[in-house]
């Protein structure tokens, strides 16, 4: 029997994306649509962002058929996202894929946008399977999990306020930087002294231990402010051009070191040396060189290209993949929910 073949549906946020699976690895094709709509506003709009996926999302999912060759006819089994995102964005791919998957008579799996983040690594390194401990980065969530294994997943850590990927986009407007931020800010900080300005590690300090709730949870909103207030005394003395890639350098190491560190202090607590980084932060170079650096060689470090960090639909087929297996298939009356609870995901106890 051949491989199935899973066409996934990605529409969570401004990403109109589908991808057809062959097996667990196997991309036979592939498109990832941005809007580019929400850098006129500087952030993503949702009414529009629902509005793009409707206009292109029959044109996305043509053109992997072609690229594929196959017809809708030939496909096994449909994945989407079902959350969180944004309501309006996902009820747009959940409705498409269900009237398809429904009309043909194929199953239809439900998936969870942070887990399939996890999965994206796997698609394109056999070895990025669990367990792993995993910093899942984005524009809506910061998670630090231990993957025992697919399906299990213990919270160590979250955010209490601000995404890290959205602190990298406040940071890219303060900047004026264009959104996404967290690219521009890396291309600018590249060129920065990042010790020119000293900012503050949120919820990072040598006495805590672990046990307090501190130890492996983030906080950005408070880094975020502290670069506000150099960018409006900078600009007070007309010198923003002259700082930025200052600027940029000193917040992306100080968002990167409390994000490497508490994932160390992960590693250290679990004993698991083998780190994923997800979501689309972890396209960030200058992250996963340091992840790299502070795990050692002892350790293994897996990421997804930077196609694959970003929102795409083949992590979203890969997840199905896995969920299929499991029996997770939809029933008719599916919906969206935007602010679906991770599956699978225990509380630590420590
Ligand atoms: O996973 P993703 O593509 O969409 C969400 O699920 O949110 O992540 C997007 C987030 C945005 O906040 C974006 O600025 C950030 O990831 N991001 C980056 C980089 N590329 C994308 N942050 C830092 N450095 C990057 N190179
Ligand atoms: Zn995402």
Redesign the pocket.
Known sequence: MRDQLVLGIES??D?TSAALLLGETEILGHVILSQDIHRVYGGVVPELAARAHLAVIDDVADEVMRQAEVSLGDIDAFGVTVGP?LIGALLVGVCWTKAIAFGLGRPLVPVH??EA?LFAPSIEDPEAVPPFVTLL?????TLLLHATEWGQYRLLGETRDD????A??KV?KLLELP?????E??AVARDGDASRYSFPRPMLRGDQALGDASYFDFSFSGLKTAVAQEVQAVKEIGALEAERTHLAASF?EAAIDVLVTKTMRAVDATGCQRVLLG???A?????RSEMGRRLGPRGHLFHAS?RL???NGAMVARCAVFRLDRGDVAEGNLGADASLPFPGLSISED
């Open positions: 969570s946020c990403e995102g946008h942070m983040h980065a984005s524009g809506g969530h995404a890290a990927g959205e990298f986009d890219a959104y996404p931020g967290g690219p800010v890396e992306q979501g689309g932060v396209a960030n170079q200058a992250l930077t960090s970003l929102d």
